[in-house]
């Protein structure tokens, strides 16, 4: 029934996105080809530049731009001229970096505010605070006083994956079966020990979910964090791309940032899954 229900649902996924496909195909028939292809990308395409006339690229061009960013994944023409794979590399490092660090601070935190209700209601106020404010809000702040834009794109992903992991933390902790925690008290269980037998894995699954909802975040906010700051990242790619009116290699930027977005999203996924449903 399930293998059934699967395969429906990825005949439809295909035929819609070959719908979408079709149309975009068709919107685009008749229009004049892009000024400012890449010459080896034009003549392994059999393009020819028009000067002064712009189109919107149609699917089989992205597609086959698309083609050409992987197999020149790590070019290196210097600072404005990398290739999507070195692009890739840079932007992951400081959402894993921002991630990694919230994940330090949230965990620890979110454990005391869920086991501590007198700590709950003293930092509630400062949370409700900061929470509603944008991370890229941040950005002007950071720059100034660590002075460093790569340094200041890791702490701005800091700031918006904490939040969602925090908040999970402490109703996963706070939830934890009070019938549970009498049993370890009655076997007078050490508090690191009840934390870390008994707490922790009744509430992993509300923290890596609080985690997956997290590194979407930050996957988000990076992209657009690095159109500020310049200098390297996939959002700079998207950003400089757009400057050199190249929509075919936007449109491959965003294909690419939604791709990794879900990679992402399936891995912490599994994750829930696996601590949720252990086989």
């Not at 829930?272 to 252990?278: F, H, M, Q, R, S």
Request: aromatic share 10%.
């Amino acid at each position: 029934m399930i293998s059934s229900l699967r395969l429906r649902a990825a005949i439809v996924s295909v035929a819609l996105l070959a719908g979408f496909l079709l149309l975009w195909h068709l919107g685009t028939q008749g229009t004049a080809p892009t000024a400012n292809l890449d010459p080896e990308y034009a003549r392994l395409m059999g393009a020819t530049a028009v000067e002064g006339k712009s189109a919107f690229p149609g699917p089989a061009e992205v597609l086959g731009k698309f083609w050409w960013h992987l197999s020149h994944a790590f070019y290196d023409n210097g600072p404005n001229d990398k290739g999507l794979g070195i692009q890739l590399i840079f932007s992951l490092a400081r959402v894993l970096g921002g991630f990694g660090l919230a994940v330090a601070v949230a965990l620890p935190l979110g454990f005391l505010i869920g086991m501590s209700p007198l700590m709950h209601r003293a930092l509630d106020p400062f949370f409700q605070v900061l929470k509603p404010i944008s991370p890229l809000a941040w950005m002007p702040l950071a720059l100034y006083t660590i002075k460093d834009s790569a340094t200041s794109a890791i702490f701005v992903i800091f700031i918006c994956s904490l939040w969602p992991m925090l908040l999970n933390t402490a109703f996963g902790v706070a939830a934890v079966r009070k019938e549970w925690l009498n049993v370890a008290r009655t076997l007078e269980v050490g508090p690191f020990r009840k934390a870390f037998r008994v707490i922790l894995p009744a509430a992993a699954p509300t923290i890596l979910t609080g985690m997956r909802i997290s590194i979407g975040i930050a996957w988000l906010v990076i992209v657009a964090a690095e159109m500020l700051v310049g200098g390297t990242g996939i959002g700079y790619f998207v950003w400089n791309e757009w400057n050199n009116l190249s929509i075919t290699n936007v449109i491959n930027a965003i294909l690419v940032i939604g791709l990794v977005g879900m990679v992402l999203d399936l891995i912490l996924a599994r994750l829930v899954k696996l601590v949720t449903y252990p086989e």
